[in-house]
């Protein structure tokens, strides 16, 4: 609806327009003129907000201001409506049309990209608090930046809040975005497992996510050679084109994630223990009081893995490497550490048990064509590591929600459904998808983090 508003208040614009410059026009018939329409597109707007569609939109503030500048020239033309003028001139009037039209598209972009999403109603008892800190790997260069700066992640956290004194303690799960994304990306899962008694620690991987600031408060945002080679080895048939190389880049892409993702558990783990932050921790809002009751209330010796997509795939890999992590879930990610390497031609895979219970969640759009072509692919490209290592998982669970596409397993085509149906969004409702994902996380992480039931899933929801 947004750019409906926008295309409404462009076309009283460009009639304006073209009745000046129609014929010569006195400038105080003019002036007229541009108040009733200055008029008009101000209570379009007004009215637009007021609507239910309306009341959803972000940015509001910007809309006010933009109303107040079309109220302050109406006001201006009421002023001036009685002065005898000289011909409006069509340059002016026509510099004044094309001003409008992009201001107006400024403000109104951002409210039909994104919608007032505030996230998901949560079943939990607990009321969640919220605080970040960026952590410093003392050992490790960033491989992105040129000045031999050490490398940086950022970590959030969601968490129950609990009376003062308390004692209670809360199994961790630690979050990885995927390529490209950025550590909101399932804040309502976040939000659910906190209200039911967790500490979840969403990490960004700078240069992989889409943007993030560093310890001097500057944006990061994703390199671009990365977001290249990202997008042209998710295309069609990718891998079959030098495996070699593929197999070489998902490496560096796991060693990197993987590396973060290890900085973070370690350092909460090594907090725990001291019960203090030492100086690998940076708090960009000096809020060391917010951190410090995190670290008290988490409980290291129960800890879960989870991400989206890459970050699925970085937390089956850390999975398989660490004896201290009790479960993992991966949301829609090729498990890219898997690949052990390239035999006649084709991908060979871990096929060690993998001793960690593990759930996946696959969208329906691979799942339908997976099971189509699942022969093709293994005599064409080798073993499919998902496949092989739930066959081998001691506790490995796979499902999928009909109607789905990869999007549709994070809250962004929730906050915009344009840049979600641009980068995947199928044709079942996210809210819905993210309830019944969130529900079947939460019971995973009560089985194997809490010790509550025994866990089941569906084949498919």
């Known amino acids: 609806m947004g750019l409906v508003v926008f295309l409404v208040l462009a076309s009283f614009a460009i009639t304006f327009i073209v009745w000046t410059c129609s014929e010569e026009r006195d400038k105080k018939v003019f002036r007229k003129c541009r108040l009733y ?7 379009v707007l007004i009215i637009a907000m007021i609507l239910p569609f309306g009341q959803k939109w972000r940015f509001v503030p910007a809309l006010v201001f933009l109303v107040v500048l079309l109220v ?15 011909v409006q001139k069509a340059v002016g009037a026509n510099i004044s049309c094309v001003f409008f039209i992009l201001f107006a598209g400024l403000f109104l972009i951002p409210a039909f990209i994104f919608t007032g999403y505030k996230g998901l109603p949560v079943s939990g008892r607990y009321q969640i608090g919220e605080a970040n800190a960026i ?16 490398r940086e992640v950022p970590v959030h956290f969601y968490y129950p809040v609990t009376p003062e004194g308390s004692a209670e303690q809360f199994p961790l799960v630690v979050f990885s975005h995927g390529a490209f994304g950025y550590y909101q990306s399932n804040t309502s899962t976040y939000m659910e497992l906190a209200s039911n008694g967790y500490v979840v620690a969403a990490l960004d991987h700078p240069h992989h996510a889409f943007f993030t600031e560093d310890t001097d408060g500057k944006m990061i945002t994703v390199d671009q050679a990365f977001l290249k080679e990202a997008l042209e080895m998710s295309g069609e048939g990718s891998e079959d084109d030098n495996k070699e190389e593929t197999l070489a880049i998902y490496r560096r892409w796991m060693d990197l994630r993987t590396a973060d993702m290890n900085l973070a558990v370690d350092a909460l783990i090594k907090a725990d223990r001291d019960g203090e932050i030492d100086e690998s921790w940076f708090l960009p809002d000096d809020d060391s009081a917010a951190i410090l009751d995190v670290l008290r ?38 498990m890219l550490s898997e690949y052990t390497g390239i ?20 969208n329906w759009e691979q799942t339908t064509e997976f099971a189509d072509h699942i022969e093709e692919y293994r005599a064409e490209s080798g073993a499919y590591p998902n496949v092989e290592l739930i066959e081998h ?3 490995g669970f796979t499902t999928t929600i009909k109607g789905t596409k990869h999007m549709d397993f994070t809250d962004l085509p929730l906050l915009s459904p344009m840049l979600g149906n641009m980068l995947g969004s199928g044709e ?11 529900a079947i996380v939460l019971d995973f992480y009560d089985c194997y983090l809490k010790g509550e039931g025994a866990f089941a899933v569906q084949e498919s929801y």
């Not at 329409?37 to 209570?43: C, E, I, L, N, T």
């Not at 002023?79 to 003028?85: L, M, P, S, Y």
């Not at 952590?135 to 050490?150: A, K, Q, Y």
């Open 37 to 43: 329409v200055r008029m008009a597109q101000a209570a």
């Open 343 to 362: 035999v006649d031609g084709k991908f060979t895979v871990n096929e060690e048990p993998y001793e960690v219970p593990v759930l996946e969640f696959v």
């Open 393 to 395: 998982a001691e506790s």
């Open 297 to 334: 209330m988490t409980d290291t010796s129960k800890i879960g893995l989870m991400g989206h997509s890459m970050g699925g795939a970085t937390s089956v890999a850390l999975g398989r490497e660490r004896n201290d992590i009790a479960a993992v879930i991966d949301i829609d990610g090729t």
């Open 428 to 438: 079942r409702d996210t809210a819905e998808v993210m309830t019944i994902v969130n």
């Open 72 to 86: 302050i020239d109406a006001l201006t033309m009421l002023i001036g409506r009685n002065k005898a003028g000289e």
């Open 135 to 150: 952590l410093i790997d003392s050992d490790r260069v960033d491989p992105f930046e040129n000045d031999g700066s050490h």
